[in-house]
Nanobody, 132 residues
């Protein structure tokens, strides 16, 4: 079975930093991890799930407005790992962070397209809590 497992969530003070990780396994990822569209999402109770950051096959990145200038998405294709470095955290950054993957053409993994369409594979999430 395809599995995505997030880690790194914690409770931190405003202004602090966290690095989230997502390890992938199962059919396809061992050979084709680098070709997948990868994304981090965030969900808060009673709110819509929102895209935080995405990275395409060539390393091109897209960020949601709240993440711009503070978060950095990256990946290690050799290790099948996805990362989200979060700096200058604010209380409104709190939520459950999910790692997601989808096999799609590069043009649909960025800009105005990336979060218009569903992602196929999802992790269970890791909780981030930022206190003031």
């Amino acid at each position: 079975q395809v599995q995505l497992v997030e880690s790194g969530g914690a409770s931190v003070q405003a202004g602090g930093s966290l690095r989230l990780s997502c390890v992938t396994s199962g059919y396809g990822f061992g050979t084709f991890f680098g070709t997948y569209c990868m994304s981090w999402f965030r969900q808060v109770p009673r709110k819509e799930r929102e895209g935080v950051a995405a990275i395409d096959v060539d390393g091109g990145t897209t960020y949601g407005d709240p993440a711009k200038g503070r978060f950095t998405i990256s990946k290690d294709n050799a290790k099948n790992l996805l990362y989200l470095q979060m700096n200058s955290l604010k209380p409104e950054d709190s939520g459950m962070y999910f790692c997601a993957a989808d096999y799609r053409a590069r043009r649909y993994c960025g800009g105005d397209y990336v979060w218009r369409y569903n992602f196929t594979y999802w992790g269970q999430g890791t909780q981030v809590t930022v206190s003031s």
